[in-house]
């Protein structure tokens, strides 16, 4: 048993630029989502492409993530506020759902936990967590665990959806490209969103 059982602060930190250039990936479902949102709230959303792969075969950009630009005025995600904090918290993306939390599959059957640093609770508990183990960790933080989990294994699953689909030659990504060439075929080529539906 843990003293510790993670309740959020609301404090908002995590959905503003800190130290460096923070990065929420939105899979292409999630960001249509926000999108739709950010129109009816009248909302300006700003979302660029992310993790994407150019696909030498049929000439296309295939993104498989998205990612929030943060407002400058605010630095941070529109869709904070100051008052009610995330409000879009029941449908939030699987990131912001697993945050402070991120599993990395290390082999076959071992995986890495990290837990963001500037999270207010991570700094105001910081001794414990530190030298807590993996099982107490999933203890803390017991809705977020699973969230991290399903955000490794979307990530995995989508990982796979590329492999095979360059197996079955239906793809061919290009890992020798030149950052010159790469730039170029993202200002000519069609994107296609990559997804697990
Ligand atoms: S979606 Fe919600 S939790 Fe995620 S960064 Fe924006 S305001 Fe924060
Ligand atoms: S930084 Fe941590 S405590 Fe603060 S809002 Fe984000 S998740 Fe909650």
């Known amino acids: 048993m843990t003293e510790l059982n993670y309740a959020c602060m609301k404090c908002g930190a995590c959905c503003h630029e ?16 926000l999108i739709e949102i950010a129109k009816k709230r009248g909302i300006a959303l700003k979302i660029i492409e992310d993790l994407v792969f150019p696909d030498i075969l049929n000439k296309k950009i295939l993104i498989v993530t998205y990612k929030i630009l943060f407002e400058k005025k605010i630095n941070g995600c529109p869709f904070y506020d100051k008052n009610y ?5 029941d449908k939030k993306p ?10 990395k599959q290390v082999d076959a059957f071992n995986f890495q936990i990290s837990v963001d640093p500037l999270c207010h609770y991570v700094i105001k508990h910081y001794d414990l967590i530190k030298s807590a183990s993996f099982s107490t ?16 294994i979307k990530n995995k699953n989508l990982m ?31 994107r296609e969103e990559v997804t697990t539906n």
């Open 18 to 33: 800190i130290e460096y250039k923070k990065r929420i990936p939105l899979y292409p479902e999630e960001a249509n989502f």
């Open 85 to 89: 904090g995330c409000t879009v918290h």
């Open 94 to 103: 699987l990131a912001c759902k697993a945050y402070p939390l991120a599993l």
């Open 137 to 152: 960790m999933k203890e803390i933080f017991k809705n977020e665990y699973p969230n991290a989990q399903n955000h490794l």
């Open 160 to 190: 796979l959806k590329i492999k095979q689909l360059e197996f079955e030659k239906k793809i061919k990504i290009s890992r020798q490209i030149s950052l010159k060439d790469f730039n170029k075929y993202l200002k000519e080529w069609e």
